[in-house]
């Protein structure tokens, strides 16, 4: 489906597996608004099907400046298929819901087909599945550790995390005809022939892809090495070595400031699907009321790529900004105030220089991490005045302060009937290896839920988000971990997931080092948490919750 935000000759044309929505969610919708802004005419092309062989981008015009590829909001593989290697039936980025026309390794295959049409044009991959592929990585479906992306495939750079303003530069140095120059951007990674590894002494070297293949216990190391390389204001370039070519990382990009952050946010989004979803296109339902409050996660938990996206420094918003855009889209209710961990909204670090701690909570909260609950509280406040109805759906963070945020959730009925939170496992040795708090003080965060709600007398519940089957997990672990969410909640909880060994996190890396967990055990462990599940489920489902399903209650 090819949408042109203007009908001139294109300068950018971008590429995505996923239906276009033109929501700031969407990675792609920010980077064409972006450019579109800058005065670039922008077009672009979703979902190109794979049944003709992606005529449509043969057919496409050949663009003034470049073509910008990625994936969509998910890495296709992880989008496709189970950690069991079982492709899924939805697909949440497709009108209709179906996984049929989604591939794997959408990236590369728009890339190549690109480049077989368009031999000279210069091509830009970006977004989740670049970002994580552009090192030497393990890769599931294969079970093998492939180089990067840009080893066998046709790409001249990556734009790595948020691109905003790379995109814009490159545009601009391509515009004037100073195409080298796009080389010393910071925000990319690109490749160069072996024979180019003497001038790069000075640099820091990543471990050899080869080495890693033949010993994955060093992908420990090496992924630690591109958290460290890779954090904000970090000056330097890292290389690494594979069979063919050598990979070549730029220092990042800056985080971007509030400002930034307030004028990415006023765009011209249209909030909408384009085209409008014959069926239904349910990542847009997700998001459909949302308004993004911030971006970037310090918590650094191993299994979770968002830091590697989004930075681990919070970029917020200015509550004028956001109050601005609810009255642009004449909001009359708010499904989320949406960003990574939602009361880490405002907050930020004293030091303001390169850290390489990839977590600014684990093992302790950092003393340089400022955190004021008010500000958030604040941001609460204002918007839930200025809408009839706000409902929190992003996660708390209980290792954080929460107290004044939880009060004021509870007392005010804004989380849609159901919290959200993120303990993930009860075990403290899984605990520590996902780099999550200690179990305690998950408990004491219920015991003052269950207080103010007691207080409030309202109807709301704790959902918490828990991964089975990660690293050192055994059948008696697991056990136990049932026998603590019934104790604490009452109830095994729906959001049960099976640990997915995405590329590029510290988690991954732990996976291929430790003792592997066999698809038979894994199915073991669900089985016993979904059929407790099912059975407490029955036996304590409230009226409540089965208005909130949609479902009817069986009359006795
Ligand atoms: S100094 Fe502390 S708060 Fe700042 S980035 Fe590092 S870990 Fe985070």
């Known amino acids: 489906m090819l949408i042109k935000l203007d009908n001139s000759h294109p300068d950018v044309i971008l ?86 026309d989604r591939i794997r390794n959408t990236l590369t295959t728009y890339a190549n087909k690109v480049r077989s049409s368009f031999k000279d044009s210069f091509i830009v991959l970006g977004g989740v599945e670049a970002t994580l592929r552009r090192f030497a990585h393990y890769d599931f479906f294969t079970q093998k550790i492939q180089p990067s992306l840009l080893e066998n495939f046709s790409a001249d750079v990556i734009v790595y995390g948020s691109g905003e303003n790379t995109i814009k530069d490159i545009a601009k140095l391509i515009k004037e005809n100073k195409k080298d120059n796009i080389f010393d951007l910071k925000g990319i990674t690109y490749k160069l022939p072996l024979s180019h590894e003497d001038t790069l002494k000075e640099l820091k070297k990543l471990t050899d892809t080869e080495s890693l293949k033949t010993s994955p216990e060093k992908m420990l190391p090496f992924t630690e090495d591109i958290y460290k390389y890779s954090q904000p204001f970090f000056k330097e370039k890292i290389y690494q070595k594979n069979r063919k070519s050598i990979i070549v990382q730029n220092p990042p990009a800056h985080p971007l400031t509030s400002k930034e952050m307030d004028y990415v946010h006023s765009l011209p989004f249209t909030y909408l699907p384009i085209p409008k979803p014959k069926k239904m296109l349910k990542a847009f339902e997700t998001v459909r009321n949302t308004v993004i409050s911030h971006r970037g996660c310090g918590g650094g938990c191993s299994f979770c790529a968002i830091s590697l996206n989004q930075g681990k420094l919070i970029q917020s918003r200015s509550i004028d900004n956001i109050l601005e855009e609810i009255d642009k889209r004449h909001l009359k209710s708010i499904s989320d105030l949406q960003g990574p961990t939602a009361n880490l909204y405002g907050a930020r670090c004293k030091r303001e220089d390169y850290c390489q701690r990839s977590s600014c909570l684990f093992p302790q909260v950092c003393n340089n991490l400022v955190i004021d609950e008010n500000v958030y509280l604040r941001l609460l406040k204002k918007v839930n005045s200025a809408v009839k109805h706000l409902s929190i759906s992003s996660g708390i963070r209980f290792d954080i302060p929460y107290k004044k945020a939880l009060d004021f959730i509870l007392k005010n009925d804004i989380a849609g009937g159901q919290l959200k939170v993120a303990p993930e496992n009860c075990d403290d040795e899984i605990l520590d290896l996902m780099r999550k708090p200690d179990f305690k003080k998950f408990e004491h965060f219920v015991e003052f839920f269950k207080k103010t709600r007691k207080k409030y007398k309202k109807d709301i519940y704790l959902i918490p988000y828990i991964i089975s089957a990660f690293p050192t997990s055994t059948y008696n672990k697991t056990k136990k971990l049932k026998e603590d969410l019934i104790r604490l909640l009452g109830f095994v909880p729906f959001q049960i997931q099976d640990f997915t060994p995405t590329p590029t996190t510290i988690a991954t890396a732990l996976y291929l080092k430790l003792k592997k967990i066999s698809a038979k055990e894994r199915e073991k462990m669900r089985d016993l948490l979904h059929e407790k599940r099912n059975k407490t489920t029955k036996e304590k489902r409230t009226k409540h919750e089965y208005k909130k399903s949609g479902r009817k209650r069986k009359k006795k």
């Open 15 to 100: 590429l995505t597996g996923d239906h276009y929505v033109d929501h700031p969610s969407f990675g792609i919708a920010v980077i064409a608004r972006v450019l579109q802004n800058e005065g670039y005419s922008v077009w672009i092309c979703a979902q190109p099907d794979a049944k003709d062989n992606f005529k449509e981008i043969d057919l496409l015009p050949k663009p003034n400046l470049f073509f910008g590829i990625t994936s969509g909001c998910i890495d296709s593989t992880v989008n496709l298929y189970t950690v069991n290697r079982v492709k899924r039936k939805t697909d949440a980025y497709t009108d209709g819901g179906s996984s049929l």
